[in-house]
Nanobody, 117 residues
């Protein structure tokens, strides 16, 4: 059974930081690319960051230079380090794993991030 479990969300003040984690089980984690998405009520889920199995990364312009995606294959864990958080970063954050574009994708349950003073 495949599971992705996110953690690390919470309430933080503007300008603060959080680190999200995504622990995977039931898949060969190192062979999957990992993505972080976020979603606010009434809006489509949006892609925030991607890390490929080889380690290359991509970011949405809205988080570039503030967020860092990384992975530790030995721990089957992906991370999203979020710095200089803004109120508009408030959302439920989901991790997603996929082996390639035509393969089945897996989702975590989401973790809430709220940026507010």
């Amino acid at each position: 059974q495949v599971q992705l479990v996110e953690s690390g969300g919470g309430l933080v003040q503007p300008g603060g930081s959080l680190r999200l984690s995504c622990v995977a089980s039931g898949i060969v984690f190192s062979a999957h690319y990992l993505r972080w998405y976020r979603q606010v009520p009434g809006k489509q889920r949006e892609l925030v960051a991607t890390i490929m199995s080889g380690g290359s990364t991509q970011y949405d312009d809205s988080v570039k230079d503030r967020f860092t995606i990384s992975r530790d294959n030995a721990k089957n864990t992906g991370y999203l380090q979020m710095n200089s958080l803004k109120p508009e970063d408030t959302a439920v954050y989901y991790c997603n794993a996929r082996r390639h574009r035509f393969a089945q994708e897996y989702w975590g349950q989401g973790t809430q991030v709220t940026v507010s003073s």
